[in-house]
């Protein structure tokens, strides 16, 4: 997610505005800039790559200006460079401005604006911002925000500056975060709390559909009808690292509890409205190129790996497409039968992981056609693959992938059924059973995260133990490989996932009393038979946690925790089963007093085979 600060008061805007966007630094960001109002003009000023070259190209620039906005990128649309960056201007200068979020009309916005006259620069959703309001501008700059996000679709936090209007900012909130900090004849814009801490603890929470006039002396709030809005001051009394994490204790919480907003983003643009189809404009393969693939590989390491585990699942059931799945270290030393008829796919969250990045040019090498999954823009798997499909979780900081992972999973599922669209592998109505389903996950994981005291309870039983099983048929024997690993990798347990069909094969001999047993039960059609290998464990004296989706009956009987998840198309049940898992492995590490975010010996990015 980007950063924004903005300033308006009797000090110099532009060290302010870079002092608050250093405050941001540790989102993660591509690129930086700032604009300043000086001598009846708009100054701008950014730059590709870290805050000291911005800082590096304004030496020597007299700033004296008072007002001005300023803005760390983490790239969405638009590769990161100078031109993307923002701050963006329209056509003449007069305006400039900051954003976070995603427009997803711009593409048909940009289009009207170009017919009226409009030049674009930057292949970024957020220019067509300044341009609407060149647009639309008749002397007021309030009035004329007003009029632009009327035209928006998608989630934004946009801040404009005027030439015409100095000592004024106008902003406005949809989905993005917004706060105003209160200051002695001078006031404040940023998107995180951290970048205002400096200046003040007095703080208004601007709220989804609200604008903000702001001046050195006075902030007026108004909701999406003009009305005047009274804002409660909130002080902070967070210190700076807490307020980095947004008040969560670590950043691994923050980031499970972004999911929803995780999956929206990555949702959005991506199935249209008028067909009830998923749109992938960002994918170069044709229907011939699409229906000549006789086989797919997913590579990929880690938690990315058990994303493409259940990629295999989805693909090949909705596309009829066979899939295999390989861990990237092992894939290029097994000499895969790989050639121009495949399509090898490969998931990374950071676009850097080194045994990924290395699968990625065999595959090359070998003739395949290429797609990346990934979260960075700009990374190395972004660049080198034929096509990329971004996860937009914003920047994801614990080592330990949590909404990157479900992100991953949402673009499995919408890759799927792209693909199945293309090959008329599916019916319509299926699809837009899907699509429905698709759609309301967000509102579904809400619900488990307003249920995480119940998970947090459950999770009181593992602080002391050395071992855990996690296990599951199906696709939940996929999830429960996740889970596993969220467990090992920050509670230090050993923990092993196994499918529950083959523990009587050897490994139900480690399970005696109080062993804990963690059984995921959410695919209908297995549904009975989880409920045969949960009593199996059962009539061993395991400690047994269910997952179980709501309106199963009976589990909780062979179970000593049961916990539910909304209940959703069993195929989509991953992205959800998913969370308690993590919820469940953050609890068990708080309690055992470790490194939740930096766990011992790992790294949150593998650059290294
Ligand atoms: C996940 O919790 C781990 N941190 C690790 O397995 C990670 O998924 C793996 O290193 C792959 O990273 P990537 O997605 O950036 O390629």
Same mark, same amino acid.
């Given at each position: 997610?980007?950063?924004?600060?903005?300033?308006?008061?009797?000090?110099?805007?532009?060290?302010?505005?870079?002092?608050?966007?250093?405050?941001?630094?540790?989102?993660?960001?591509?690129?930086?800039?700032?604009?300043?109002?000086?001598?009846?003009?708009?100054?701008?000023?950014?730059? @590709?790559?870290?805050?000291?070259?911005?800082?590096?190209?304004?030496?020597?620039?007299?700033?004296?200006?008072?007002?001005?906005?300023?803005?760390?990128?983490?790239?969405?649309?638009?590769?990161?460079?100078?031109?993307?960056?923002?701050?963006?201007?329209?056509?003449?200068?007069?305006?400039?401005?900051?954003?976070?979020?995603?427009?997803?009309?711009?593409?048909?916005?940009?289009?009207?604006?170009?017919?009226?006259?409009?030049?674009?620069?930057?292949?970024?959703?957020?220019?067509?911002?300044?341009?609407?309001?060149?647009?639309?501008?008749?002397?007021?700059?309030?009035?004329?925000?007003?009029?632009?996000?009327?035209?928006?679709?998608?989630?934004?936090?946009?801040?404009?500056?005027?030439?015409?209007?100095?000592?004024?900012?106008?902003?406005?909130?949809?989905?993005?975060?917004?706060?105003?900090?209160?200051?002695?004849?001078?006031?404040?814009?940023?998107?995180?709390?951290?970048?205002?801490?400096?200046?003040?603890?007095?703080?208004?929470?601007?709220?989804?559909?609200?604008?903000?006039?702001?001046?050195?002396?006075?902030?007026?709030?108004?909701?999406?009808?003009?009305?005047?809005?009274?804002?409660?001051?909130?002080?902070?009394?967070?210190?700076?690292?807490?307020?980095?994490?947004?008040?969560?204790?670590?950043?691994? $919480?923050?980031?499970?509890?972004?999911?929803?907003?995780? $999956?929206?983003?990555?949702?959005?643009?991506?199935?249209?409205?008028?067909?009830?189809?998923?749109?992938?404009?960002?994918?170069? $393969?044709?229907?011939?190129?699409?229906?000549?693939?006789?086989?797919?590989?997913?590579?990929?390491?880690?938690?990315?790996?058990?994303?493409?585990? +259940?990629?295999?699942?989805?693909?090949?059931?909705?596309?009829?497409?066979?899939?295999?799945?390989?861990?990237?270290?092992?894939?290029?030393?097994?000499?895969?039968?790989?050639?121009?008829?495949?399509?090898?796919?490969?998931?990374?969250?950071?676009?850097?992981?080194?045994?990924?990045?290395?699968?990625?040019?065999?595959?090359?090498?070998?003739?395949?056609?290429?797609?990346?999954?990934?979260?960075?823009?700009?990374?190395?798997?972004?660049?080198?693959?034929?096509?990329?499909?971004?996860?937009?979780?914003?920047?994801?900081?614990?080592?330990?992938?949590?909404?990157?992972?479900?992100?991953?999973?949402?673009?499995?599922?919408?890759?799927?059924?792209?693909?199945?669209?293309?090959?008329?592998? @599916?019916?319509?109505?299926?699809?837009?059973?899907?699509?429905?389903?698709?759609?309301?996950?967000?509102?579904?994981?809400?619900?488990?995260?307003?249920?995480?005291?119940?998970?947090?309870?459950?999770?009181?039983?593992?602080?002391?133990?050395?071992?855990?099983?996690?296990?599951?048929?199906?696709?939940?024997?996929?999830?429960?490989?996740?889970?596993?690993?969220?467990?090992?990798?920050?509670?230090?347990?050993?923990?092993?996932?196994?499918?529950?069909?083959?523990?009587?094969?050897?490994?139900?001999?480690?399970?005696?009393?109080?062993?804990?047993?963690?059984?995921?039960?959410?695919?209908?059609?297995?549904?009975?038979?989880?409920?045969?290998?949960?009593?199996?464990?059962?009539?061993?004296?395991?400690?047994?946690?269910?997952?179980?989706?709501?309106?199963?009956?009976?589990?909780?009987?062979?179970?000593?925790?049961?916990?539910?998840?909304?209940?959703?198309?069993?195929?989509?049940?991953?992205?959800?089963?998913?969370?308690?898992?993590?919820?469940?492995?953050?609890?068990?590490? +708080?309690?055992?007093?470790?490194?939740?975010?930096?766990?011992?010996?790992?790294?949150?990015?593998?650059? +290294?085979?």
């Amino acid at each position: 997610m980007c950063g924004i600060v903005g300033y308006v008061g009797g000090n110099s805007a532009a060290p302010i505005l870079i002092e608050g966007l250093s405050k941001l630094e540790y989102r993660g960001y591509d690129s930086a800039g700032i604009v300043v109002w000086e001598e009846n003009q708009l100054k701008l000023e950014k730059k @590709l790559g870290r805050l000291s070259t911005l800082q590096e190209s304004l030496q020597g620039i007299e700033l004296n200006a008072k007002t001005g906005i300023g803005h760390t990128r983490w790239a969405t649309h638009g590769r990161p460079s100078d031109v993307n960056a923002h701050p963006h201007s329209d056509c003449t200068g007069r305006f400039a401005v900051v954003h976070n979020g995603i427009i997803e009309n711009y593409m048909e916005l940009r289009e009207w604006l170009q017919e009226q006259g409009h030049r674009f620069v930057s292949e970024t959703d957020t220019e067509v911002l300044p341009h609407l309001v060149e647009q639309y501008y008749q002397g007021d700059l309030k009035e004329a925000v007003y009029k632009v996000i009327e035209k928006l679709e998608g989630s934004y936090a946009m801040v404009v500056i005027s030439k015409d209007e100095p000592g004024r900012l106008v902003a406005a909130r949809q989905d993005s975060p917004l706060v105003v900090g209160l200051g002695e004849g001078e006031n404040f814009l940023a998107s995180d709390i951290p970048a205002l801490l400096k200046h003040t603890r007095n703080t208004l929470i601007i709220d989804d559909g609200e604008i903000v006039d702001l001046t050195a002396e006075n902030v007026e709030i108004s909701n999406g009808t003009g009305r005047p809005v009274e804002k409660q001051i909130f002080e902070v009394t967070w210190e700076e690292s807490q307020a980095e994490k947004g008040g969560y204790e670590h950043f691994m $919480l923050k980031e499970i509890y972004e999911q929803p907003r995780a $999956l929206r983003d990555t949702l959005s643009g991506r199935l249209s409205p008028e067909s009830d189809r998923v749109v992938l404009n960002e994918l170069n $393969l044709d229907e011939e190129t699409v229906k000549n693939i006789n086989r797919i590989y997913v590579v990929a390491c880690g938690t990315a790996y058990h994303a493409g585990l +259940v990629g295999k699942s989805v693909i090949e059931s909705l596309a009829k497409i066979p899939v295999e799945v390989d861990i990237a270290s092992e894939f290029r030393y097994r000499k895969p039968l790989v050639g121009p008829d495949n399509l090898v796919m490969v998931i990374s969250q950071s676009g850097e992981t080194a045994d990924t990045l290395a699968a990625l040019r065999e595959a090359k090498r070998l003739g395949a056609k290429t797609v990346a999954v990934t979260n960075v823009v700009g990374s190395s798997v972004s660049r080198e693959a034929d096509n990329v499909i971004y996860t937009w979780a914003g920047p994801e900081i614990a080592v330990a992938s949590t909404k990157a992972y479900t992100t991953q999973l949402l673009c499995m599922y919408l890759l799927g059924i792209w693909l199945a669209q293309e090959k008329g592998a @599916l019916e319509q109505q299926e699809i837009t059973d899907l699509l429905k389903e698709l759609r309301e996950l967000y509102v579904k994981a809400e619900v488990i995260l307003d249920n995480d005291s119940t998970i947090q309870e459950a999770s009181r039983q593992f602080a002391d133990k050395e071992n855990a099983f996690f296990i599951g048929r199906g696709l939940d024997y996929v999830v429960a490989e996740e889970g596993s690993l969220k467990l090992k990798e920050i509670s230090y347990i050993h923990a092993e996932a196994y499918a529950a069909g083959e523990l009587k094969h050897g490994t139900l001999a480690l399970i005696e009393e109080n062993v804990p047993v963690i059984a995921l039960a959410t695919q209908q059609h297995l549904y009975e038979k989880m409920v045969s290998n949960i009593k199996e464990v059962n009539a061993r004296d395991a400690s047994i946690l269910a997952l179980a989706m709501e309106g199963n009956k009976g589990i909780e009987k062979v179970a000593d925790h049961t916990i539910y998840i909304p209940a959703t198309h069993p195929m989509l049940a991953p992205i959800l089963t998913v969370i308690p898992l993590q919820l469940l492995a953050y609890h068990v590490s +708080v309690a055992r007093g470790c490194d939740v975010d930096k766990p011992r010996n790992l790294a949150k990015s593998v650059t +290294v085979e």
